[in-house]
């Protein structure tokens, strides 16, 4: 069964940190980019940030260019992503995205892990 799990979300106050997870089973991380999206109440999913198959190159939103980095460890079949100097703007749902690769079909999403940054 393919499934994706993002953990690590919880409360945090401003100028905090979070590392988020995210677990594949089901299939392989391996070859494949990954997103993470993040999605505020009341707004659209926007995306947070794109690691490529060989992780050798990320890109981020303006909004948290240096202060989130997109990290990946094949061997476990994991994602990660660290976040830094939280703000109350960064408070959302936190998504984890698999895309398809050449061979490997399936966009996969995982179920949410809720960050929420507040004093």
């Known amino acids: 069964q393919v499934q994706l799990v993002e953990s690590g979300g919880g409360l945090v106050q401003p100028g905090g940190s979070l590392r988020l997870s995210c677990a594949a089973s089901?299939?392989?991380?391996?070859?494949?980019?990954v997103n993470w999206y993040r999605q505020a109440p009341g707004k659209e999913r926007e995306f947070v940030t794109f690691?490529?198959?060989?992780?050798?190159?990320?890109n981020y939103a303006d909004s948290v260019q240096g202060r989130f980095t997109i990290s990946r460890d094949d061997a476990l079949n994991m994602v990660y992503l660290h976040m830094n100097n939280l703000q109350p703007e960064d408070t959302a749902v936190y998504y984890c995205?698999?895309?398809?690769?050449?061979?490997?079909?399936?966009?996969?999403w995982g179920q949410g892990t809720q960050v929420t940054v507040s004093s």
């Open positions: 089901g299939f392989s991380f391996r070859s494949r980019a």
């Open positions: 995205n698999a895309l398809p690769a050449s061979g490997h079909p399936g966009n996969y």
């Open positions: 690691i490529s198959s060989a992780g050798g190159y990320m």
